[in-house]
């Protein structure tokens, strides 16, 4: 079951940046944090995922409070193209032969404004 | 990566029907799993299906509405039986990541849009 609350939506302006919050107050110390978003008519697509530390790829970047109860998704200059639902997942550490699915909440409908 | 291809991309069926999506995977993965995503809706999870063995399913799912067939490695369908309108929704394939993404990505097909009229 989703254990993540996220605002229903959010307006962005194109060239600026993008935050996105997710609370999860329930996370337990083996449970990362992953983001994925869906463009529409698409498949859901990975962005990122930490545990604890504060983490940065070529997407985004992801802020993860010291206790661990919320994190923030950084889309550092939006563009039109990042207009998409963002789903925020906690899930326990991979385990091998074990399930290891993605249960999706209600997710952010992020609207990037020219 | 993974490329998922998913088969057909829409259809538009009559009510009591079956239908069969096929999904197929470039490479060969241990697990697979099928989402459902009604409109306007997230996703949610059906059931997982593990090569060689019965599919799990999630609660509210059941085989006989939705049976799955893992034949190989790089193969799964997910029947949706006696459709009714309610079924209407996009069925998705996934599978989990494999070398550098093994435990971190899961990849995507770009589902299976089903209306039942």
């Known amino acids: 079951d989703a254990k993540t609350t996220q605002p229903t939506s959010m307006d962005c302006a194109e060239g600026r940046a993008a935050n996105l919050p997710c609370n999860h107050s329930?996370?337990?110390?083996?449970?990362?944090v992953y983001w994925y978003r869906q463009i529409h008519s698409q498949g859901p697509q990975y962005i990122i995922h930490?545990?604890?530390n504060n983490e940065t790829n070529e997407m985004a970047s992801l802020i993860i409070t010291e206790d661990r109860k919320s994190s923030t998704l950084i889309l550092p200059h939006a563009t039109l193209r990042d207009t998409a639902v963002y789903y925020c997942?906690?899930?326990?550490?991979?385990?091998?032969?074990?399930?290891?699915?993605?249960?999706f909440g209600t997710g952010t409908s992020l609207t990037v404004i020219p | 990566s993974a490329v998922i291809s998913q088969k057909p991309s829409r259809d538009i069926c009559q009510r009591g029907t079956s239908l069969t999506i096929q999904c197929q995977v470039d490479?060969?993965?241990?697990?697979m799993f099928w989402y459902r995503q009604q409109p306007g809706q997230s996703l949610t999870l059906i059931a997982t299906?593990?090569?060689?063995?019965?599919?799990?399913?999630e609660s509210g799912f059941v085989i006989d509405k939705f049976p799955i067939s893992r034949p190989n490695l790089t193969f799964s369908t997910l029947t949706v039986s006696n459709m009714s309108p309610e079924d209407s929704s996009i069925y998705l394939c996934?599978?989990?990541?494999?070398?550098?993404?093994?435990?971190?990505?899961?990849?995507f097909g770009q589902g299976t849009r089903l209306t039942v009229v």
């Open positions: 996934s599978v989990e990541g494999q070398g550098d993404t093994l435990g971190t990505e899961a990849f």
């Open positions: 329930t996370i337990s110390g083996n449970e990362y």
């Open positions: 930490g545990l604890k």
């Open positions: 997942i906690v899930r326990v550490a991979y385990r091998r032969h074990t399930g290891n699915q993605f249960y």
């Open positions: 490479s060969q993965v241990t697990m």
């Open positions: 299906a593990n090569q060689g063995s019965e599919a799990t399913y």
